[in-house]
Structures are given as C-alpha cells and as structure tokens.
C-alpha cells in the first residue's frame, strides 16, 4: 500500500500524559499537513511542512503541541501534558508541489486520541 | 474568512436512487477551489471530486457530479445511482488562501449518507 499511513490508529491515555503521532506520507509528496477533527466536526488544519520546513501553524496548535518532519520524509506530532479536551481524530495529509490547480490531498486514516 | 454550510446532517436515499447533498459558501475571493471528500467509518478522507471557480462546465467523475452555481454560492454534489458502499460522512470544502500564499482546505461540517437497500 503507498497511501498515507499513520501509527498508531487509536491511542487512550491519561489525563497529563504525553503522546505521539506518526504520519508517513505518500513517498514523492513534499507537502504534509495535519488536522484534527472532533465528533460532529470537520477537520480543521493545525500545521503544514513543505519538505522539512514548518510554515504554517494554526492558532488551534497550543504550546503543549510541536510536530516536526525531520528530512522531509515522515512527520511526528506530539502532544504534551494531555487534556480531555484532545479527545479527537488527528489526520495526517500530503499532498505534491505540482499537482496543479486542483491540490488534492491524500489523507490516512487518521490516529484517534481518547484522553481519559 | 471564508466558511463552508452543510445544512444536512443526515441524508436517507434507497439504493439505486440519486441524492443530492447541499454546500454553500462564503468567499470574498476571486479564484477558488471547491472539493468533496467522503470519510466512511474507517476515518480516512477520500477526495471525490473538485471545481475550480473559473471551470465553466460542472465537474463530473463517474457516478459523483457537482452542481455548481457560483451565483448562488453553492457547490452541490450529486451522486447517481447510490449503492450501499456510499453510506458514509460527505465533506464539503474550499481551499483557502492566505496573505502569504499559503493554501489549506477549509471543511464543512459534513452530512452523514445512509444508502438503505
């Protein structure tokens, strides 16, 4: 499979305790985004690399949170001192500098975090 | 800022039936793109069709068309002929762009799909 996949599918940790995601995007893309979706929502953006460099962050993306996309291949986000209110779907996309005015991102099947 | 409405939480259609599911949005811009995803229970987002502001004709793909009226703001998806395995949630999107050239999809609160047989 050469889609985007993201480690692990589901995750339930304590209130206080860190955690972290992986996304592995689709090999030749050098855009990677990741969103976070709650219950009843739509995704909403957190963060976007191009390559390795992180240039865009979402006011969504409080301090407990940091990703990183070292080499430009996978990407990590990590969570910090976990509230409840983390509980969500987090989706990791790529996507590749010349697709073309369509853009389309290709999406995993996202890591869902639980916050007990 | 721009903004996404899906005014369909749920839609019911029988198998073989076409259903149409609702999008309007909000956008002071000139040049912009809308998309349509579908998310089925396993969580991963799967790009159905695209419509960019400037396409004249609608977009088509397979059995999903948009119906697009750029007056009224509204991007409209259409699914012909429903089989049970399009059961599942519909988004809505635009893509938006910054000051700085940055784009990012902006979704909708999306409409769940339940295709009986």
């Known amino acids: 499979d050469t889609g985007v996949s993201q480690d692990p599918r589901h995750k339930i940790t304590k209130r206080g305790q860190n955690v972290t995601f992986r996304c592995d995007p689709i090999?030749?893309?050098?855009?990677l985004y990741w969103y976070r979706q709650t219950l009843g929502q739509g995704p909403e953006f957190l963060t976007y690399f191009q390559n390795e460099a992180q240039l865009e962050k979402s006011r969504l993306l409080s301090d407990r949170f940091s990703a990183e996309r070292p080499k430009g291949s996978f990407s990590t986000l990590e969570i910090q001192r976990t509230e409840q209110g983390d509980s969500a779907m987090y989706l990791c996309?790529?996507?590749?500098?010349?697709?073309?005015?369509?853009?389309?991102?290709?999406f995993g099947e996202g890591s869902r975090l639980t916050v007990l | 800022a721009q903004k996404i409405t899906q005014t369909q939480p749920g839609m019911f259609v029988q198998e073989k039936e076409a259903v149409t599911l609702d999008c309007t949005y909000d956008?002071?811009?000139?040049?912009?793109?809308l998309f349509w995803y579908k998310q089925p229970s396993s969580g991963e987002m799967i790009f159905l069709i695209y419509q960019g502001s400037y396409d004249e004709q609608n977009a088509t793909e397979g059995r999903y068309s948009l119906n697009f009226q750029k007056a009224r703001k509204s991007a409209n998806l259409v699914i012909s002929a429903s089989q049970l395995g399009d059961s599942a949630m519909y988004f809505c999107?635009?893509?938006?762009?910054?000051?700085?050239?940055?784009?990012?999809?902006?979704f909708g609160t999306g409409t769940r799909l339940l295709v009986s047989p």
């Open positions: 090999s030749e893309h050098n855009r």
């Open positions: 999107a635009m893509r938006e762009t910054s000051n700085t050239g940055f784009q990012k999809l902006v």
């Open positions: 956008t002071s811009d000139q040049s912009y793109g």
């Open positions: 996309a790529s996507s590749l500098w010349d697709r073309g005015p369509t853009g389309e991102l290709f």
